[in-house]
């Protein structure tokens, strides 16, 4: 039985970029729906919803860690995913 091939290096790298720039997005709505202040007038129904907006950002920052963790799991081993990074075309900072 032959070994499999090894992964598609471009493949993996585009794969990479996409997971980068996902969690750098739900990032950015996690910061953005922070940010928007809504005043319902009542006390109880404030509390609701800001602790529904604070679970949701909570989960779009969890969303992002892990889109970064995936992004990093795709880096051949001993290399520096920073240098990985600037080789790829396009934006690939994440925050």
Do not use: C, K, N, W
Not at 7 to 17: I, M, Y
Not at 26 to 35: F, G, M, P
Not at 46 to 52: I, K, N, P, V
């Amino acid at each position: 039985m032959s070994a499999a091939p090894p992964p598609d290096r471009v493949r993996l790298d585009a794969v990479a970029t996409e997971l980068s720039r996902s969690g750098a997005a739900a990032l950015d709505a996690s910061h953005e729906l922070l940010a928007h202040y809504s005043d319902t007038g009542e006390a109880r129904s404030q509390r609701a919803l800001d602790t529904l907006i604070d679970h949701a950002a909570d989960a779009l920052r969890i969303l992002a860690g892990s889109f970064a963790d995936l992004a990093d799991e795709l880096q051949p081993a001993g290399e520096d995913p920073q240098d990985q990074a600037a080789a790829r075309p396009g934006p690939a900072q994440r925050r």
